[in-house]
């Protein structure tokens, strides 16, 4: 047996460093490597349409630490933990590693009734719109454009709203997801009761895997959810027809690497659900053009009547950098 084999079983039941932790030391190395050189590609002005993010190119190096940076094609290296390099190779590979990991975390208890649920997502973008913003204006739209938002964990009045069948509190959330059996089958089944299809005259009708992916993916962005409880969700995404995963690591809207989960919405676009590549929480979504086409806006629309979506255009990218259980609204970890 070889050293790195012996240390990765040596070090299998150690606990990931929260990314904040690793950032010191991970941007001096990059910071030497790099040389200062960078590139960034904007694709489109408005906050709310993505843009490419940061791409960075690095020269190959390696670490014998939590994480290896990766080359300048992302495919030929990725971060890695002591634990083994990471599973892009299919669907089940990728999930089936993340779930693997998250069964040996420790289920840690569930948030009190007067705690609350803080979360930072968004884009730079919207980041740059917000502090731009007067700060009356921020007052007066702070839950409708803020990249920080915090919602009360036992919240009653929501959990007694039905018009949202895609809507669940972060209480409701968390006991769902603790409940869900372990077959995919059956999980899959379950969540399909709890997020129904729509049954509204607008409402766009949905096979049975997109129903499964659209009702996971629901509960996937709620915070928090427990480890060996997301284990199942993610073994039983991995089994969903048409379901893949990109064989190298992308950046997000912030420019981090992270894991693309990915299926077709239509003919022309895709969703992907993002994962971070080192403790395998849920990172944000994109959707992404496949086929080039034309859009029409409304006739009303103060933008063009015609535009056209070319294959690689990002229409959303919205990633999450922060999530915490506080005891305060307003309070940050």
Do not use: C
Request: hydrophobic share 35%.
């Amino acid at each position: 047996m070889d050293e790195m084999t012996r240390l990765r079983e040596l070090r299998a039941d150690a606990p990931v460093p929260h990314r904040a932790a690793l950032a010191p030391g991970r941007k001096r190395l990059t910071d030497s490597i790099e040389g200062g050189s960078r590139r960034t590609f904007r694709l489109r002005a408005d906050w709310r349409i993505a843009s490419l993010g940061a791409v960075v190119a690095i020269t190959a190096a390696a670490l014998f630490v939590t994480q290896i940076v990766d080359t300048s094609d992302p495919r030929q290296s990725g971060p890695a933990t002591v634990a083994g390099d990471l599973d892009l190779s299919s669907p089940a590979g990728a999930l089936g590693q993340a779930a693997d990991f998250l069964e040996r975390q420790e289920v840690p208890p569930e948030p009190r009734a007067d705690q609350w649920i803080y979360l930072r997502q968004g884009s730079p973008e919207q980041e740059k719109y917000w502090k731009e913003l007067p700060a009356e204006i921020r007052k007066q739209t702070r839950w409708s454009y803020s990249p920080d938002s915090w919602i009360p964990y036992d919240d009653k009045a929501a959990e007694n709203d039905t018009s949202d069948t895609d809507h669940r509190t972060a209480r409701e959330s968390y006991r769902i997801a603790a409940g869900l059996p372990e077959d995919p089958d059956a999980l899959l089944a379950e969540l399909r009761k709890v997020f129904p299809s729509g049954t509204g005259p607008e409402s766009v009708p949905e096979t049975k895997e997109a129903h499964s992916f659209r009702a996971l993916t629901a509960l996937l962005e709620s915070y928090p959810l427990p480890p060996d409880a997301l284990a199942r969700m993610y073994r039983a995404m991995a089994t969903i027809e048409g379901v893949g995963v990109t064989d190298h690591l992308i950046r997000d809207a912030f420019g981090r690497q992270v894991i693309a989960v990915t299926r077709g919405y239509d003919r022309n676009t895709r969703r992907e659900i993002l994962i971070d590549p080192v403790d395998y929480s849920y990172a944000g979504r994109r959707e992404v053009v496949i086929r080039t086409h034309e859009v029409y806006g409304p006739e009303d629309s103060d933008g063009p009547d015609r535009t056209v979506l070319k294959r690689g255009d990002i229409l959303s990218n919205i990633a999450r950098t922060g999530a915490a259980v506080v005891d305060a609204e307003g309070q940050k970890p």
